[in-house]
């Protein structure tokens, strides 16, 4: 089984070729049972999980393995997923990652479909390969673009910073209501509040950020049919990114 987290298709796609190749399925985290039972030689894997089941039940010869989905650096999530594995008893055998576009826009451009689009080419070789290393058993964190440990003392104060609901804003001229970001928000961070009705907006409706930090997952500006969110005024020039095998817009 491969649990997956994804905000924008990409580590549904490396979860769904990795599913595929190994004869097994994978599962979105937010949709999973809290409990994990797997079969005798059944492997277990995570793509960039940001969340963890409650419980997981190894048999015989499993084999556990987390793959990072990143645009510039893998940062911690191998190293974090072993940990928090080891906390649950449970041995990781082997870490991996993948390369493919980065929805951190407030930094990263994605408004060239053609570019974005030689990156998404360019991750389908690097599946294969971690495809074959996961079929022949390897051991040990084989992710790239790692980042020492110890860094966490900078890199946690900032994401906590970052977190921060309030530097997300909408344009009320250009959000038709719909109530999608609320809708796929994975912590619950977004309430859709009545408004005035508009001509735009026929439902009268647009959404609030009522939690002081979420995911940062930059799902809801992404995801959005008319680009009406923004992150800290600095992403509308940069584009929207969704792996469009996984996701539409509208």
Not at 8 to 13: D, M
Not at 46 to 65: C, G, H, M, Q, S
Not at 94 to 121: C, E, H, I, R
Not at 171 to 177: H, L, R, T
Request: hydrophobic residues 35%; glycine residues 6%.
């Amino acid at each position: 089984m491969i649990y997956y987290f994804s905000a924008t298709g990409n580590s549904q796609h490396v979860a769904t070729r990795i599913a595929e190749a190994l004869g097994t399925q994978a599962q979105s985290i937010e949709t999973a049972d809290t409990t994990i039972t797997l079969a005798d030689s059944e492997p277990l894997g995570f793509v960039t999980p940001t969340n963890w089941n409650e419980e997981i039940r190894l048999a015989k010869d499993n084999y556990v393995f987390a793959v990072a989905t990143y645009g510039f650096l893998q940062g911690f999530v191998c190293e974090d997923a072993r940990r928090e594995l080891k906390r649950k008893g449970i041995v990781m055998n082997a870490g991996y990652s993948v390369k493919m576009p980065d929805n951190w826009t407030l930094m990263f451009d994605l408004s060239d479909p053609a570019k974005v689009q030689q990156q998404v080419d360019a991750a389908e070789p690097q599946i294969d390969e971690v495809i074959a290393m996961i079929k022949a058993g390897v051991q040990g964190n084989k992710s790239h673009d790692r980042m020492p440990y110890f860094f966490r003392v900078v890199t946690d104060p900032l994401l906590t910073y970052e977190r921060q609901t309030k530097f997300f804003a909408v344009d009320k001229n250009a959000c038709i209501g719909c109530g999608l970001c609320a809708k796929k928000c994975p912590v619950q961070a977004i309430e859709m509040q009545e408004t005035a009705k508009t001509e735009t907006n026929k439902l009268g409706k647009n959404p609030v950020w009522t939690a002081e930090r979420c995911a940062l997952c930059l799902g809801c500006l992404h995801r959005c049919p008319k680009f009406a969110i923004s992150y800290n005024n600095k992403t509308q020039s940069h584009g929207q990114y969704q792996h469009s095998k996984y996701y539409k817009k509208g």
